[in-house]
Nanobody, 113 residues
Framework: QVQLVESGGGLVQPGGSLRLSCAASGRIISSIYVMGWYRQAPGKQREFLAY???????SYADSVKDRFTISRDNTKNAVYLQMNSLKPEHTAVYYC??????WGQGTQVTVST
């Protein structure tokens, strides 16, 4: 069973950047087929952002394709989400997901002046 812990969230001004991390334990991520990032804004459903396979293939939601980048470091057993040009509407709890595996607890991102 894999445990996922997200970090790197916080308060950032519009136009700023954040790099989220997802540390996995209990299972090496190279054995996990897909690792992904999702977010859930207040009052909204959880939405897909990006995923990366254990072969390195990536896919993004159209809404973040040109501003977010997902990556993985098998030596650190971690997955990352680089977020650039953030907007207030990106304010949400950001979750890491492993398939197979499950969800992390989430990290809050707030984009505001």
């Amino acid at each position: 069973q894999v445990q996922l812990v997200e970090s790197g969230g916080g308060l950032v001004q519009p136009g700023g950047s954040l790099r989220l991390s997802c540390a996995a334990s209990g299972r090496i991520i190279s054995s996990i087929y897909v690792m992904g990032w999702y977010r859930q804004a207040p009052g909204k459903q959880r939405e897909f952002l990006a995923y990366i396979t254990n072969g390195g293939a990536t896919s993004y939601a159209d809404s973040v394709k040109d501003r977010f980048t997902i990556s993985r470091d098998n030596t650190k057993n971690a997955v990352y989400l680089q977020m650039n040009s953030l907007k207030p509407e990106h304010t949400a709890v950001y979750y890491c997901h492993a398939n197979p595996g499950g969800w992390g607890q989430g990290t809050q991102v707030t984009v505001s002046t």
